[in-house]
């Protein structure tokens, strides 16, 4: 009798300790059909909202603000032209512009397009999506991905 209670109580224990592994997928909630409005500022800039960061739908930048060909300027959606930081080297601003923020870029061999690479708004660093335009026109012309 007393084997059996100890054979019994080695089962139990053996039973206690055996993992168990559950795989599948947790279901992501689905976006809101209407996304939510533009923050405060960014009105008048033609930009698309996107919870992904704001999007340029057309570029209503001044010429005169636009970096010159070879180099680079930071540009924050909502913020006036003249608030804006200077425009410096492609390869240092590259590293320092912070989420929602845009970096244009006109490289020298396209003098005349302007290359927007639009910043996650929650990852630094991540680019969402890098959108062409016309430097004279500010007309769109193509996306890129990044």
Do not use: N
């Not at 405060?40 to 010429?63: D, N, Q």
């Amino acid at each position: 009798m007393y084997k059996w209670v100890i054979m019994a109580g080695l089962v139990f224990i053996l039973c206690g300790c055996e993992s168990v592994t559950v795989t599948g997928r947790i279901p992501l909630p689905m976006p809101p059909d209407d996304p939510p409005p533009a923050p405060p500022g960014s009105e008048g800039t033609t930009v698309a909202y996107h919870p992904k960061g704001l999007f340029p739908a057309a570029l209503h930048i001044p010429k005169g603000h636009l970096p010159p060909p070879g180099s680079c300027r930071i540009w924050f959606p909502g913020r006036p032209p003249g608030q804006q930081p200077p425009p410096g080297d492609c390869a240092e601003l590259a590293g320092r512009v912070p989420p929602g923020a845009w970096l244009l870029s006109r490289p020298f061999k396209e003098k005349k397009k302007v290359h927007v690479r639009v910043y996650d708004q929650d990852r630094p660093g991540i680019i969402v999506v890098i959108r062409v335009f016309d430097a004279a026109t500010g007309r769109f012309i193509q996306d890129i991905t990044p």
